[in-house]
């Protein structure tokens, strides 16, 4: 039997990136749409042949005949929403950040519980191709244990010229990599302190310094100053003579330990010990999603259906929202 699906929230996420990979997965139909504006309601249904609209989420909730809820509204909302659907009965996916600070998502927790559903958070970096091939080479014996993150991750100036707010940066941004950091690091964050440069309003620079429980180390650098014209992502972990490199959440290299090369007449390339890289063919005749957003919403559905899931859940939007706070704090700023 199909998995019925009602979506709130009509937006950019919703209608650009999340519904058209939604609609492809196999025994899940779009059922129903919510959004409180009558012409990305209209839009959505049209694009998504979805017959039945509702302008008030709770009417969606009540008249619906559902199995599921996907939420994309945006951080004021996701609690409110969150808890209105879990006190339904229903499972939820939802996109990140679950609310506007930790003591939201705190309540989005217990709401899970008291209502014994799933509720899965949109962290689908976790899913993009170049960190799940790293986490699965962390994951193996040979590489040890992870002993430092050094990573960068930016967006553009854009979104805060007028409205210098950074609290938006903080929740849609940020809140990825406190996420995507400890997870691919395999320990959760023991430490952190920040320091930021802003050398004219819209450009915020941060440096983190992370510690591990594992006691591994960390940098990450975010910001809000360069383009999204170009690849801003960039990630290392090493270990004992080996380390991971993943450029903008695709090309991967793998460094072990290899010989150097100068003085050796035989010089080959060893299966063993030189670098192994991989990088996506981008011209391949394929739906493929790299980003990770329909293995997202795969890992998501199973969790639903209670089939054996690694989506990400509330228990995880916990840890990342818990990091932001402390970062903010070690920012001297709030959120
Ligand atoms: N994971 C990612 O890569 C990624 C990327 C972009 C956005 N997002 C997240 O997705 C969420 C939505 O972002 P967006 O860019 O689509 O925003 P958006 O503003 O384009 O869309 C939000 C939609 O929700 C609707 N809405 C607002 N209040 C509502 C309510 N009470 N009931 C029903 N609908 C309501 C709005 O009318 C709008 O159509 C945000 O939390 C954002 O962080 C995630």
Known sequence: MTFRIGWIGCGRQATEML?????????VTLTALADIEPKPLLNTARRYGVSETFRDYRDLLSEGDLDGVGIAVGPAMHREIGIAALERGLPVFMEKPPATDLAGTLELKTAAAKA???????FMKRFSTGNKIAKNILRKQDFGNP????????????YFEGNVDYRGFFLHHCVHYLDLAPWLMGSPVKHINA??????????????????????????????????????????????HRKIDIRNVTDVQYTRDP?????????????GADTLSWTPNMTVAANEDHKGYRALLE???????????????????VRAMTNLDRMVAALDRTL
């Open 259 to 271: 010989a150097f090369k100068i003085a050796d007449t035989k010089a080959a390339l060893d299966n």
């Open 147 to 158: 002993l430092s993150f050094l990573g960068s991750y930016m967006t553009a100036p854009t």
């Open 116 to 122: 014994k559903k799933p509720l899965l958070l949109g």
């Open 299 to 317: 890992s998501s559905l199973d969790a639903m259906r209670e089939w054996p899931s690694s989506a990400p859940t509330i228990d995880d939007a």
């Open 195 to 240: 320091r930021e440069i802003e050398p004219r309003p819209g450009r915020l620079l941060i440096h983190l310094d992370l510690i591990f429980e594992s006691d591994a180390i960390g940098t990450l650098i975010m910001g809000t100053m360069q383009s999204r014209g170009a690849p801003v992502e960039f990630i290392q972990i090493m270990g004992d």
């Open 19 to 27: 519904l058209p990979q939604l609609v492809m997965i196999d025994g």
